[in-house]
Each structure stands twice: as C-alpha cells, then as structure tokens.
C-alpha cells in the first residue's frame, strides 16, 4: 500500500521497525520496485507498512544504518523465538514419541521388571536391546 502524506507528519518516535521481508519487494512509501528486500515498518496507527531502508529511515527520522541495525535485531529476534518454539515443539513431541513407547512395552511385556531405566527392563525381557524395541514399536505402527 502507499502512505499518505499525513503520516510524515507523525511523530517519528512512534515508528517501530518489524522486521525485514523478501517477499514484499516494492517500497510502500515511494513505489520503487524489484528491491532486494524491505523493512517493515509499523505506522503510528499500528498499520504495517513495507518501503526500501532509504524511506524507512527518512520516515524514522534515523540514519538508514542505524535503522537497519534495528531491523536485524527485530530479525535475530524473531527467530530466536521461532527456534525455541521449534525446540519445545520437539521436546513435546520426543517425550510423547518416549510415553508412548513405554506404554506400549508394558502391554508387550507385562512381566518386565521395574528397572532405574526402565528400558532395561524391557531389554531384559525381551531378549532384545532397545534400539530393536523402538523398530519393533515402529513396526506396529507406532501405537
Ligand atoms: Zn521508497
């Protein structure tokens, strides 16, 4: 979208920078196209803007490096949010994968001693190591 002119006029401390995106390549402010990239800004409206880093820091009222000094921190950020959501998504779904494994052990193998590590009770009494009880879960369909 483009910006009116009304919105210069608005405090330039309101501004806050987003971000960065490759996918919208056309500067918001000015129209220029087939830019490698853009800022994302946030009006003093909470609208969402995206223009090249010269109009970006013109808007600000900063200089375009410091701006996009700004605008790679709110990167690095985000994506430091993003892998630790990935992380806990993967913790949850390794230990469900585990829960379920045993669970499905102690119907195999009802009489498995309680062991520390309960794998090696399942290891006992199957005769087989875990790694074979883990294909052998798998193998039913992971239940
Ligand atoms: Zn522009």
Known sequence: MMVSKAYFEKGADRWFIRGSSDEVTTCGIC???????????????????????DCGARLAGKPAAALRKEQKAADDRKKDEERKARAAAQAAAAGDEEAKIMFWLRSQYPQAKATRDPRDGFAEASGKSWFQLRKDWAAAGKP
């Open 31 to 53: 129209g220029r196209s087939e830019l490698k990239g853009t800022m994302v800004l946030e009006t003093p409206d909470g609208e969402t803007i995206y223009c090249g880093s």
